[in-house]
């Protein structure tokens, strides 16, 4: 089983950076998509920023030019960089990863989340 340990979120003010990083522990995996989901009170959860094991990237149109995803593979992490933080990014962050498993099993895991709060 993959297990995903989120980090990094807090209290910032308007305009201010945070960095989130998230950790996938198991045995004999490899992780393919992994990703950031956020979910604000009362409205549905929402893709943030995903990164492929290539690196490629794909961001919400609300984040882009602020948030910056990476990875590193030998880790098994992802990061997301925010900067320039507005009270409407104001959410629980949900790191995903996606991927096969030692015994050719796919797996689709989500971290615990990880409280953002952005004051204005």
């Known amino acids: 089983q993959v297990q995903l340990v989120e980090s990094g979120g807090g209290l910032v003010q308007f305009g201010g950076s945070l960095r989130l990083s998230c950790a996938a522990s198991?045995?004999?995996?490899?992780?393919?998509?992994m990703g950031w989901y956020r979910q604000a009170p009362g409205k549905e959860r929402e893709l943030v920023a995903s990164?492929?094991?290539?690196?490629?990237?794909n961001y919400a149109d609300s984040v882009k030019g602020r948030f910056t995803i990476s990875r590193d593979n030998a880790k098994n992490t992802v990061y997301l960089q925010m900067n320039s933080l507005k009270p409407e990014d104001t959410a629980v962050y949900y790191c995903?990863?996606?991927?096969?498993?030692?015994?050719?099993?796919?797996?689709?895991?989500w971290g615990q989340g990880t409280q953002v709060t952005v004051s204005s």
């Open positions: 995903n990863a996606q991927g096969v498993t030692r015994q050719l099993r796919r797996f689709d895991s």
């Open positions: 198991g045995t004999g995996f490899s992780t393919n998509d």
């Open positions: 990164i492929t094991r290539a690196r490629s990237t």
